[in-house]
């Protein structure tokens, strides 16, 4: 975590240094404090909010809440990317999200500062308070890309009313959480998947990182015939593109221009393994001689993205010099 943690007073700097003690290990934390002197204190810099509303993951104002929601209001801009903000008395008694509640996780830092500080945390989101399934805090704190903002809306307005039916391509535990209930069908629902399937009226998709993409190319293909290949694989597959975990290869790749320009704009992580690894995987898999000639073994896309995954859903696929393969890692949805 990336924190800045802001206070305008002597017992609020006291207040601060107590909290910045009480971010979690590991963070990196800023304390911007207001400069003493005689006649009281110099102000914080103005553009220090915009920096850290920018690149922090948490803003915390030990102060009134009005000069946090001043400072902040010209940067705020969506809820998808907006740091958690929160607002602590410089007596550290209430602790109070402020903005990105769920997303960001303001109110789940709330009550662990409160924890810490001995005083309350100051919830008001509705779903928190009337105990019913959070969706959008519930997917930002277990890894699941939101399909629509629009949809986790009218879902979290929905279950304060009623439940809502799950669907997953996943085991789930039990028991389901205050406001869902198991069901394909309906008005309006979510589905745990990696396909784009919409199987409610309304559908919200929630979307882990399980694929792992197997990649061949020949020598200097471009990242363009790269990214061609894997989209035209998910567009006839029906897969979503934020369900890829990774980029799997052989060694001979590791240096591949192409193929490490296609992952870094991806955001994807690339992994590579010897022939002797690849040789080593179990199942059956599109044997070429040409490519055992060159590499070592019979299949690299395949059998390298099935090194640590559970099964393959798509076999090699050959489109513009570029082989890919997916397969789909083990996955089961929990709660609690």
Partial sequence: MNAAV???SRRGCETARRVSGL???GASTCCCTARLREDGFYPISKPLYGEYFSRADALIFVGACGIAV???APYVSDKR???AVLCIDELGQYVIPLLSGHIGGANRLARELARGLGATAVITTATDINHRFSVDTWASENGYAISSMEAAKRISAAILEG??????????SLPLPSGLISGD???LGISVTYRKTEPFGKTLRLVPRVLNLGIGCRKGIPAGAIYRAVDSVFQEQGIDPKAAAGVYSIDLKEHEPGLMEFCKDACLPFTVYSA???RGVEGNFTASEFVSSVTGVDNVCERAAL???ERLIIHKTAIGGVTVAVALRHWEVQFG
């Fill in 6 to 8: 802001f206070a305008y």
């Fill in 23 to 25: 971010l979690p290990a």
């Fill in 70 to 72: 001043r400072e902040i």
């Fill in 81 to 83: 990317k907006d740091p």
């Fill in 163 to 172: 439940d809502i039916p799950l669907a997953s391509d996943f085991p789930v």
């Fill in 185 to 187: 069908t309906g008005p």
């Fill in 276 to 278: 002797e690894q690849l």
């Fill in 307 to 309: 090194v640590e995954a």
